[in-house]
């Protein structure tokens, strides 16, 4: 699946501009490349930037970091449900409630690469199990209808959108 294939019924609005991020893009070329090049950023900043924040109330990047993190398991859960026929609504998630509960401005780059890195390969794991008929099956989160591949080009989008951003405002 590709971004082209996607349906704006496919996904709430919200998530219209980590879509638009990733531009024309393979579902499963998003999640490889997006790896390696989110790991790349991580250990080219420098250390005394991992917990800048660049306004107040804005997270540090360490927080980025692990928001991104924690936001993938949240969406690969809900791909995994929708995919085996889960119809049951899934909540969302506050991320403002978190990103303070993770700690992580307490934790060093080398331990959140390793866990972005473990997280990535799991979500690659399970989309790669995934039949092209079955990325086209939709569930309801946060209220809204999304469909499995939805759910995985978003995780690759929201990355890449976060990704600009440190390179804008934090570096």
């Known amino acids: 699946m590709r971004t082209t294939d996607l349906s704006t019924t496919d996904y709430n ?3 219209q501009p980590y879509i638009e991020a990733l531009g024309d893009v ?6 490889k490349t997006g790896m390696d090049q989110f790991v790349n ?3 080219n900043i420098p250390e005394e930037k991992l917990t800048y924040a660049y306004g107040v109330g804005k997270w540090t990047i360490l927080e980025v970091l692990v928001h991104l993190i924690d936001t993938e398991r949240v969406f690969q859960y809900r791909a995994l449900r929708f995919y085996r ?3 049951t609504p899934l909540p969302g998630f506050d991320q403002d409630e978190y ?4 700690k992580a ?3 060093t780059r080398e331990s959140i690469i390793k866990e972005f890195k473990a997280v990535r390969q799991s979500t690659i794991a399970l989309f790669e199990t995934f039949e092209e008929e079955g990325l086209k ?7 809204a209808k999304m469909s499995v591949g939805a759910a995985g080009l978003i995780i690759s ?4 959108h976060h990704q600009a951003i440190i390179e804008n405002r934090y570096l």
């Open 13 to 15: 609005s919200y998530y």
């Open 157 to 160: 989008g929201h990355q890449k």
């Open 26 to 31: 393979e579902l499963m070329d998003g999640l």
């Open 137 to 143: 099956r939709t569930g309801m989160a946060s209220s």
């Open 85 to 87: 026929n889960d119809k």
């Open 41 to 43: 950023q991580i250990k």
């Open 99 to 102: 990103v303070p509960a993770s």
């Open 105 to 107: 401005n307490k934790r």
